[in-house]
């Protein structure tokens, strides 16, 4: 299968030391990829240089077939961008949010059933600084969205929310994968990467050190001789906190 993504000997320099040194991978159609790795690993900085947001250095990265530094207005709009901590015009009702991003690119869209999509349709009237942090999150994926874009970046985006909020967006962004969008995502949370992710590159000092499923990954820990204490457990706290206060939202 062609790659929906190529990044081909990829370099960010600072002061002349390469944050990102040189790495490569792909990334499928309707694939979900997380890149992992400790703070300071150049994760951040590969996404951004991908969305267009940061000058490349070295190497290339092609989104469907276009070159990102030669077409970067082609590229904004195969992509969308769900950022860290989303921000919004205050005084601003969400259904007018998605139909200001939606007009930035000169679509019409259906607002309600954007909402319903992210289960925010009861909150169409209310001000974005009204909104809690899991919703405005949420906010921020529909609006990212508007376009209909082919690659869909993600970064560390469940960071502070509750594990209701947190399963919810899980779900979201398994369905955003089952219209055949890339994803491609950071994430500190290894058991969300571990659920979410048909495979992972592992970053550290701005390289890959490690591309592979997480069930290989772990394969090949443990054919390393890896070994620790063995305890099977049904469930953990996270479980019993989901059956004790219910899976729906608290918005």
Request: charged share 30%.
């Amino acid at each position: 299968m062609k790659a929906m993504v190529s990044v081909k000997d990829l370099v960010k320099r600072y002061d002349g030391k390469a944050v990102v040194d040189g790495i490569s991978f792909e990334v499928k159609k309707g694939e979900i990829f997380g890149i992992l790795g400790p703070n300071g690993a150049g994760k951040t900085t590969t996404l951004e240089m991908m969305e267009t947001l940061r000058p490349i250095d070295g190497g290339s990265v092609f989104i469907d077939g276009v070159d990102v530094e030669a077409g970067p207005d082609t590229i904004k709009r195969l992509i969308g961008v769900q950022p860290q901590s989303p921000a919004f015009q205050d005084k601003t009702k969400i259904r007018e949010v998605i139909e200001l991003f939606a007009a930035a690119y000169g679509e019409k869209v259906d607002v309600m059933q954007f909402l319903r999509d992210v289960e925010l349709e009861d909150k169409a009237n209310s001000f974005v600084e009204q909104l809690s942090g899991g919703q405005k999150q949420r906010l921020s994926i529909t609006t990212a969205l508007v376009h209909g874009p082919k690659v869909f970046f993600l970064d560390e985006p469940t960071t502070g929310l509750d594990p209701q909020a947190r399963r919810n967006l899980w779900s979201l962004i398994e369905n955003i994968r089952e219209r055949g969008v890339s994803v491609i995502m950071t994430t500190h949370y290894m058991d969300e990467a571990e659920i979410l992710c048909d495979r992972i590159a592992i970053m550290d000092n701005g390289k890959i050190i490690a591309l592979d499923t997480p069930k290989n990954l772990i394969k090949a820990l443990i054919k390393r001789g890896f070994k620790k204490k063995q305890e099977v457990e049904q469930a953990n706290l996270e479980d019993v906190f989901i059956d004790l206060t219910g899976k729906a939202l608290r918005d």
